[in-house]
T-cell receptor, first 115, second 114 residues
Framework: DTEVTQTPKHLVMGMTNKKSLKCEQH?????MYWYKQKAKKPPELMFVYSYEKLSINESVPSRFSPECPNSSLLNLHLHALQPEDSALYLC??????????????FGSGTRLTVV | DQQVKQNSPSLSVQEGRISILNCDYTNSMFDYFLWYKKYPAEGPTFLISISSIKDKNEDGRFTVFLNKSAKHLSLHIVPSQPGDSAVYFCAASNYGGSQGNLIFGKGTKLSVKP
C-alpha cells in the first residue's frame, strides 16, 4: 500500500458545526503532516506529527485541532470555522521527520467549504 | 516573504517540444529540492528531486538542474506530452536541520497542446 487516504473528499459545514477530517497511511511512515492550500497559493504547512507526537504547530488557530491516535492515522478536528477557512486540506506522510529524497506522499485532499 | 518562488504562473508548450519550468529560492540553508506535479482534485505527486551537492538529476524525460550560486533550479521535460499538463510545484527543504519540512512555491500551470 503506497497511498495516503483522506476522507471525506468534500465537506460543507456551517460555522457552528464540529467535523473531523481523517487521514490514513499504511506505509510505516512515522511523520505525518497537515497542509492547507487555497486557490492559486502554495500548500502551507499547518501541523507536523513525528512518531505520533505533535512536533510543529505553525501558529494555527485553535479552531483546528489535530490528533494522531496511532502511527497510521491522523485526524484534524474542526470547530467554529470561518468562511475564510475554506480550502483544500492535504495530508501527507514521510518515512521519518528528517524527510527523504522522495519528499512526502500526499493524499488527494479534502475540499472544505465553510458556509 | 516567499522563500521559494515560481514567477511564471503558467506555461504553454507544443507537444514534443521542451518544457522548462523555473524556480528561485532565497534560503541558502535549503539542501534538498523537489518537484511535484498536481492534477485537479488530486494531491501533489512526487516527480523528481535533487540534493544541493549535485547540479543535475535525470529521470527519463525529466531533468532537474540546480544552480546554487544563482539560487535557481529548473525542471526540463523532453519531449512534452499532453498528459504532462498539470500544475508543477517546486519545493525545498532543509533536511540537514531538525525538521525536513517542505516549503512550496506557488506553482506553474503547464499546458501541453497536441
Amino acid at each position: 500500500d503506497t497511498e495516503v487516504t483522506q476522507t471525506p473528499k468534500h465537506l460543507v459545514m456551517g460555522m457552528t458545526n464540529k467535523k473531523s477530517l481523517k487521514c490514513e497511511q499504511h506505509m510505516g511512515h512515522r511523520a505525518m503532516y497537515w497542509y492547507k492550500q487555497k486557490a492559486k497559493k502554495p500548500p502551507e504547512l499547518m501541523f507536523v506529527y513525528s512518531y505520533e507526537k505533535l512536533s510543529i504547530n505553525e501558529s494555527v488557530p485553535s479552531r483546528f485541532s489535530p490528533e494522531c491516535p496511532n502511527s497510521s492515522l491522523l485526524n484534524l478536528h474542526l470547530h467554529a470555522l470561518q468562511p475564510e477557512d475554506s480550502a483544500l486540506y492535504l495530508c501527507a506522510s514521510s518515512p521519518g521527520p528528517q524527510g527523504s529524497r522522495y519528499g512526502y506522499t500526499f493524499g488527494s485532499g479534502t475540499r472544505l467549504t465553510v458556509v | 516573504d516567499q522563500q521559494v518562488k515560481q514567477n511564471s504562473p503558467s506555461l504553454s508548450v507544443q507537444e514534443g517540444r521542451i518544457s522548462i519550468l523555473n524556480c528561485d529560492y532565497t534560503n541558502s540553508m535549503f539542501d534538498y529540492f523537489l518537484w511535484y506535479k498536481k492534477y485537479p482534485a488530486e494531491g501533489p505527486t512526487f516527480l523528481i528531486s535533487i540534493s544541493s551537492i549535485k547540479d543535475k538529476n535525470e529521470d527519463g524525460r525529466f531533468t532537474v538542474f540546480l544552480n546554487k550560486s544563482a539560487k535557481h533550479l529548473s525542471l526540463h521535460i523532453v519531449p512534452s506530452q499532453p498528459g504532462d499538463s498539470a500544475v508543477y510545484f517546486c519545493a525545498a527543504s532543509n533536511y540537514g536541520g531538525s525538521q525536513g519540512n517542505l516549503i512550496f512555491g506557488k506553482g506553474t500551470k503547464l499546458s501541453v497542446k497536441p
